[in-house]
């Protein structure tokens, strides 16, 4: 089966620093893919550039291609100019941000949220928007009087369905869900997990879930990549990253997490923290966090990528400080605009 | 994690805190009686909404209960006094350590605060300020100068410990205290507040909604539904063989890092009912898998359910009603 997104060397920076840093996946149509990482190693930032919604003082290189089945041609996103990025996003691929609360506007109903971002793309009646609202909110497992409210009258799992209604309003091939259960309660996160399953299964959906909870990626993904300082550095099948970690980084973020079950008592803290973008390391990057070189390779020549492709590379570049800014708050139903 | 059990440091009994809200009167705590011992962990665990922040802001004297007793070694609060008393010897970290800082003092002006509070003799405050430092991994030559934006989040909460450690008190309750950081950050922070544990004997209050990491870390624990507590006992037996049907439902939520997660499972529908309109009888009933006939008219009480002082609300524990609960299945 052909690729639905091919992601080839995906790099981000900021004032010259790297943030993202020669990304490479791909991802076939309904398939799920976790991106795994701490806070600053790039995940985000990852997913932004695939939709271009970075801030102007991030620059991005790298080529993306979207093969949607319902369109003959592939997409290239990196030329794609804002204009032509408008017709992508929401119809082939839309985005489910992390805070629900602040990606739904304020101060209009959700439904009419819903409602904005289906006649951007498509020209179709009323009463057709309003049977698919309906359809949506059914498929999400809201009732349709939900959809006549304001964000701030609804729960946070209610929120959250809001943003997966509106995410699948145009029908997309593919859903990037950052974060999606980050700020919800165990049981309301299990819920939402769960309905991102079905969906993936009734609608064929391919997704890109974005967490640091590896429980939940392990739960939903067929594949995950683990990042670090803007770079991959294991991905593979769920089974076999969890159960045969090949990377030194994510053997410690794995050792990190309590289990049920396992062992009680806290694993070994990971000393120190990831390097700043401007001051990456000579050699493998993860060297200083961890303070334990399997072998004087990682300091003097890129690491090939090994089978399961567990790279480390080497970029020796003079640092500068100075973080990068956050990405600007948008609305998410003003994404299609 | 060792389970000194010399006595208790402070006594929950039947506490309940109100908070007039839009729509009647919201019971966020409802009569929760807890025992902390000294040098304990204690884990006190539920959903967001499910009263376990309130009842240890109650138990600081930072809202005021609307009825029951909050008791410090067998002596109950009362009086600006005694909450002076307390607060020297119990003291809280929460959970954002980026609005816990005042953005305007160095780091030595906020450690050094609580003891200004306290009335300690000033010429005590630096040297006990370079030793809190020191204890939660920050060398003060580095930070004593510093403001919390040139921190990180791990350095923050480290220097909100730091202040919290100050006084040298005998318990910390800890709100949340690493749900704001990374995977590695949040070990680093565990283990300082571990090591004080076990070197000073420190007694911790998780609040969580973390159960794997309440059962990796606390001695006990207890669950927090709808302002009461639903099941109490030794952290292993009530994450790993947990008797009240909510405390299952949680545990089974819980998402496995393991290859294939946690499989496929039965999971809890709705969400938390409103605090101003907690259900009659049993709270859980409504979303309870396993409810039968009583379960919407009697309110259950704490039932021992097995060896270890386990206890669970639930009627399925009432021996006069467990045989009817087996016929109904």
Known sequence: ?337 | MTSAADGALMDVRDLSVQFRARGGVARAVDGVTLEWRRGEVLGVVGESGSGKSTLARAMLGLVSPAAGSVELEGRALNGKGSLTELRRRVQMIFQDPYQTLSPRQRVEAIVTEPLVVQGVARAEHEARVRRALEDVGLDPARFLDRYPHQLSGGQRQRVAIAAALVLEPEGLICDEPVSMLDASVRTQILAVLLELQRRRGLGLLFITHDLSLAWALCDRIAVMYLGRIVEQGLATDVIERPRHPYTQALVTAVPVPTAGGGGTRELLTGELPDATDIPRGCRFHPRCPRRFEPCDQVDPPLIPTGGNGQVAACLLHDPALAKQAEAVG
């Open chain 1, 1 to 337: 089966m052909s690729a639905l997104l091919e992601v080839e060397g995906l790099r981000v920076t900021y004032r010259g620093d790297p943030i993202v840093d020669g990304v490479d996946f791909s991802l076939t149509p309904g398939e799920a893919v976790g991106l795994a990482g701490e806070s600053g190693c790039g995940k985000t930032t990852t997913a932004l550039a695939l939709m271009k919604l970075l801030p102007s003082s991030l620059k991005q290189s790298g080529v993306i291609t979207l093969r949607p089945p319902e369109v003959s041609e592939p997409i290239n996103i990196g030329k794609r100019t804002e204009a032509g990025m408008r017709l992508v996003r929401w119809r082939h691929v839309s985005l489910v941000f992390q805070g629900a609360m602040n990606s739904l506007d304020p101060v209009q109903r959700v439904d009419a949220q819903i409602a904005e971002a289906i006649r951007l793309h498509e020209s179709v009646s009323g009463k057709e928007v309003r049977e698919r609202i309906a359809e949506l909110l059914a498929t999400v497992g809201l009732t349709p009087a939900l959809g006549h409210r304001y964000a701030h009258q609804l729960s946070g799992g209610q929120r959250q369905r809001m943003m997966i209604a509106l995410a699948l309003a145009c029908r997309p091939s593919l859903v990037i869900a950052d974060e999606p259960t980050t700020a919800l309660d165990v049981v309301i996160q299990a819920q939402v997990l769960q309905l991102l399953e079905r969906l993936r299964e009734r609608l064929g959906l391919a997704l890109i879930l974005i967490s640091h909870d590896l429980g939940v990626l392990a739960e939903t993904c067929d594949r995950i990549a683990i990042m670090y300082a803007g770079r991959i550095v294991e991905i593979g099948q769920v089974s076999s990253v969890f159960d045969a970690p090949q990377h030194p980084y994510t053997k410690r973020l794995l050792d990190s997490l309590p289990l049920i079950g396992g062992r009680r008592g806290l694993g070994d803290p990971i000393p120190g923290g990831p390097p700043d973008p401007g001051e990456m390391p000579d050699g493998c990057r993860f060297r200083p966090a961890a303070r334990t070189p399997p072998s004087g390779v990682c300091l003097i020549r890129p690491c090939a990528r090994r089978p399961r492709a567990t790279a480390r590379r080497v970029t020796s570049r003079p640092g500068r400080s100075g973080r990068p800014p956050r990405p600007r708050r948008r609305w998410a139903h003003d994404l299609g605009r």
